[in-house]
């Protein structure tokens, strides 16, 4: 069975005073039976330490270490404190002109240093409005996830780029046709691909994440802007725990 995950994702969002809402999370799903991951910024990762939820770093670089100015290693996160790192984020896809094969190659270090890689795919709303969605995700799921993924070291993220942080949601039908199309292409393709946890990501609100969660193959959700704040979180937490 895919394991259920609330992920968080504070892109470059969050300082020490941030933190006091992770103890307010910790009072309501300190002892939750599914993964709440947060993803904070790297200054972050060790001050997390302390908390019950898993933590992910935000990227990594390919290399284990070298003269790669501002970048941080796969290795770093998992000496840091984090377990989980977040891989080929629309915005580092965009803001980065990170390419597939450099995903993969991210994805790869995340495993050498015994990370679990979530790696992050989705159409944009050309490619959408083109008719191109599902082609779109086959290229991206061929070119981003290596040979050597399994469920245990790789979660997909499905995060249509249209619908990050715009408050736009695709309907449910559309969420569960892209989703039961990435579970067929991984179960094609890996030996444990019906265990792979795929998450939805894109405007999940307190107010919509019972309706996401219902979808078939939606085994959780990577949260953006309503992870900040306990008090936005932890409804779409409670709602997986629900589902
Ligand atoms: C994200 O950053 O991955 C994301 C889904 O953001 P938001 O929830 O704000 O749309």
Known sequence: MPRKIAAGNWKMNGVQSTLAELRTLEDKHGDADIAILICPPFTLISACEDTPFDIGGQDCHPEDAGAHTGDISAEMLADAGASYVLVGHSERRTDHGETDALVATKAQAAYDAGLIAVICIGETLD?????????????????????????????????????????????????????????????????????????????????????????????????????????????????????
């Open 127 to 243: 490619e959408r409005e083109g008719g191109n969605t599902l082609d779109v995700i086959d290229a991206q799921l061929e070119g981003s996830v290596p040979a050597t993924a399994d469920a245990l070291n790789t979660v997909i993220a499905y995060e249509p780029v249209w619908a990050i942080g715009t408050g736009k949601v695709p309907t449910t039908q559309q969420i569960a046709e892209v989703h039961s199309h990435i579970r067929t292409r991984l179960s094609d393709r890996f030996a444990d691909g019906a265990a792979f946890s795929l998450l939805y990501g894109g405007s999940v609100k307190g107010s919509n994440a019972a309706d996401i969660f219902a979808v078939p193959h939606v085994n959780g959700a990577l949260v953006g802007g309503a992870s900040l704040t306990a008090q936005d979180f932890s409804p779409i937490i409670a709602a997986l725990e629900e589902a």
